[in-house]
Nanobody, 122 residues
Framework: EVLLVESGGGLVQAGGSLRLSCAAS????????IGWFRQAPGKEREGVSC????????SYADSVKGRFTISSDNAKNTVYLQMNSLKPEDTAVYYC???????????????WGQGTQVTVSS
């Protein structure tokens, strides 16, 4: 029943910015969490950030702290990931996932979007 659609990925030069969007449908209005994960070729999927709509709490991976910001427009059931000062190592497919709360392990999330490609050139 939950549907997640990511958008906003693309090609950007190192130092540039992108804003990813995760539009959610079929979620409880103000009682869910959205996590952002990424997977680069040959690497495991890793957590990037998470926002609990339920209580407003946020978390970030150490690798993106100070550069990425997660936020939401609850009226639109949309969560954003603002990515600044992008580095080539940020290149990956970015996925959003939804569940009742934030988890560090991507396997714990029950619903997933299709992913959006982010490529950062050097």
């Amino acid at each position: 029943e939950v549907l997640l659609v990511e958008s906003g990925g693309g090609l950007v030069q190192a130092g540039g910015s992108l804003r990813l969007s995760c539009a959610a449908s079929g979620v409880p209005r103000d009682d869910y969490a959205i996590g952002w994960f990424r997977q680069a070729p040959g690497k495991e999927r890793e957590g990037v950030s998470c926002l609990s709509i339920t209580d407003g709490s946020t978390s970030y991976a150490d690798s993106v702290k100070g550069r990425f910001t997660i936020s939401s427009d609850n009226a639109k059931n949309t969560v954003y990931l603002q990515m600044n000062s992008l580095k080539p190592e940020d290149t990956a497919v970015y996925y959003c996932a939804a569940d009742w709360r934030c988890y560090e392990d991507y396997k714990s999330f029950g619903s997933w979007g299709q992913g959006t490609q982010v490529t950062v050139s050097s």
